[in-house]
């Protein structure tokens, strides 16, 4: 019998309940390098920003090695997390809600706030001098809508009116599209249009809407605030969240959210690395934040669109 066998022999006499089998393995061996998937910034390759450093607080966080795996794009990054080679992945809101649906495998783990305490994005629809009076009205109205693939000005909106049961086909007679946001907006500042579909910055806890957003722009293209009326407000676009596989282990899901819950005012230059958009922290999410994004996900694939 060697030491070891003869120590447990021995421990077993003082204390029959006491086990002296195998140690389970720890989390850490089971998933043995954890992988962190990015999409890198335009132009930036497969280049990202303070590597090193992102990579050495991952690890002091989960004491464990980690790497960063960049992808070219959404579609790759959805791809790697619902095959498993890849646990934690940074989004848009509407790359998590379509990799939710791909594979039904990922859950939200924090987003970013700003430092004004925004949490995303509202739909707006706003009007001149009470031209439309409500959104019954719309139809015989001229309402200028941005390009099919603004999120705030087209992708939101339809989506959430159709949540409340008004349905607005994109060739609607009385939309009147532009090549961009700031035609859609010049468009009522000329008089081209009566109402202007447009979005604004808000906060999670139901308040409306935050400085910012295309309420301001109007006003500093010339229209003053009480000239403003806004007839419609969808629900809250949260930013894109970090999410991590649904089978990641509880105490690698702690041990993260700890850690980027704290990092902006721990290693504020570690934050700013990792997200430099939102300057206000990140925050814990659940799947239920992010109810706004499938539904537009929804909307796209059952239109057959590719947006």
Same mark, same amino acid.
């Given at each position: 019998?060697?030491?070891?066998l003869?120590?447990?022999?021995?421990l077993?006499?003082v204390? !029959?309940t006491?086990?002296?089998?195998p140690?389970?393995p720890?989390? &850490?061996?089971?998933?043995?390098?954890? &992988?962190i998937?990015?999409?890198?910034?335009p132009?930036? =390759?497969?280049?990202?920003?303070g590597?090193?450093?992102?990579?050495?607080?991952?690890?002091?966080?989960?004491?464990?090695? +980690?790497?960063?795996?960049v992808?070219?794009?959404?579609?790759a990054?959805?791809?790697?997390? %619902?095959?498993?080679?890849? #646990?934690?992945?940074?989004?848009? $809101?509407?790359?998590?809600?379509t990799?939710?649906?791909?594979? !039904?495998?990922v859950?939200?783990l924090? $987003?970013?706030?700003?430092?004004?305490?925004?949490?995303?994005?509202?739909?707006v629809?706003?009007?001149? *001098?009470?031209?439309?009076?409500?959104? /019954?009205?719309?139809?015989?109205? &001229?309402?200028?809508?941005?390009?099919? *693939?603004?999120?705030g @000005?087209?992708?939101?909106?339809? /989506? =959430?009116?159709? %949540? @409340?049961?008004v349905?607005?086909?994109e060739?609607?007679?009385f939309?009147?599209?532009a090549?961009?946001a700031?035609?859609a #907006?010049?468009?009522?500042?000329? @008089?081209q249009?009566? /109402?202007?579909?447009?979005?604004?910055?808000? /906060?999670?806890?139901?308040?409306p809407q935050l400085? =910012?957003?295309?309420?301001?722009?109007?006003?500093?293209?010339?229209l003053?605030?009480p000239?403003?009326?806004? +007839?419609?407000?969808?629900?809250?676009?949260?930013?894109?969240?970090?999410?991590?596989?649904?089978?990641?282990d509880? #105490?690698?899901?702690?041990?993260?959210t700890v850690f980027?819950?704290?990092l902006?005012?721990?290693?504020?230059?570690?934050?700013?690395?990792?997200?430099s958009?939102?300057?206000?922290g990140?925050?814990?999410?659940?799947?239920r934040?992010?109810?706004t994004a499938e539904?537009?996900? &929804?909307m +796209?694939?059952?239109?057959? @669109?590719?947006?």
């Amino acid at each position: 019998m060697n030491a070891a066998l003869k120590a447990c022999a021995a421990l077993l006499v003082v204390n !029959g309940t006491l086990w002296c089998g195998p140690a389970r393995p720890d989390w &850490r061996d089971d998933i043995g390098t954890f &992988r962190i998937g990015i999409v890198a910034e335009p132009g930036a =390759g497969n280049t990202v920003p303070g590597l090193a450093l992102l990579t050495q607080a991952f690890t002091d966080a989960l004491g464990m090695k +980690v790497e960063f795996v960049v992808a070219r794009d959404y579609a790759a990054l959805i791809e790697a997390q %619902a095959d498993a080679r890849i #646990e934690y992945a940074i989004y848009s $809101a509407t790359a998590y809600a379509t990799a939710l649906r791909r594979c !039904g495998c990922v859950e939200p783990l924090v $987003a970013p706030v700003d430092s004004d305490g925004a949490a995303g994005i509202r739909s707006v629809l706003l009007t001149r *001098d009470g031209r439309l009076p409500d959104l /019954a009205a719309m139809e015989t109205h &001229r309402i200028a809508m941005p390009p099919p *693939d603004s999120a705030g @000005g087209s992708l939101l909106p339809l /989506a =959430g009116l159709a %949540a @409340g049961h008004v349905k607005i086909a994109e060739d609607a007679s009385f939309l009147i599209h532009a090549d961009s946001a700031s035609a859609a #907006e010049k468009m009522l500042v000329d @008089g081209q249009a009566d /109402a202007l579909f447009g979005w604004v910055k808000a /906060a999670a806890d139901g308040q409306p809407q935050l400085p =910012g957003g295309t309420q301001a722009r109007l006003e500093a293209a010339g229209l003053s605030a009480p000239a403003l009326q806004v +007839v419609w407000t969808s629900g809250l676009l949260r930013y894109g969240p970090h999410a991590v596989r649904s089978d990641l282990d509880p #105490e690698a899901r702690r041990r993260l959210t700890v850690f980027l819950t704290n990092l902006k005012s721990t290693t504020p230059d570690i934050y700013d690395l990792l997200e430099s958009k939102h300057a206000g922290g990140f925050v814990a999410v659940a799947p239920r934040d992010y109810a706004t994004a499938e539904a537009i996900v &929804r909307m +796209v694939a059952t239109d057959g @669109g590719q947006k």
